[in-house]
């Protein structure tokens, strides 16, 4: 079974995320396995927040080449997760802002 911890793997900073930290939708990449709701309960478990809603993009890992050796680089996914209007800010957050 999987733990909070193992579902949320770090945040997303970017330019773009933090605009949308300002709305109280917060980037995470997640683990590649993990569904809506699994990072929904993660995320309100680790900071203690209410989640309003979850949308999930995958990313599949380029070929790369070294040669003539050829492989890929690791897939991943990144969650946005939008907190309900009552429900207090992350802190991480709001430090980086």
Excluded: C, H, W
Excluded at 85 to 95: A, L, Q, R, V, Y
Aim: aromatic share 12%; glycine share 8%; charged share 30%.
């Amino acid at each position: 079974m999987k733990t909070a911890y193992d579902v949320i793997r770090k945040p997303v900073i970017s330019e773009k995320s933090m605009a949308g930290a300002a709305n109280k939708e917060y980037t995470f990449e997640v683990a590649y396995g993990s569904s809506k709701t699994e990072i929904k309960y993660a995320v309100e478990e680790i900071f203690g927040v209410e989640v309003k809603s979850v949308n999930t993009m995958n990313y599949y890992g380029k070929e790369k080449r070294q040669g003539v050796f050829v492989g890929n680089r690791a897939k991943r996914k990144k969650a946005i997760v939008k907190l309900t209007e009552k429900s207090k800010p992350i802190e991480f957050f709001e430090g980086m802002m």
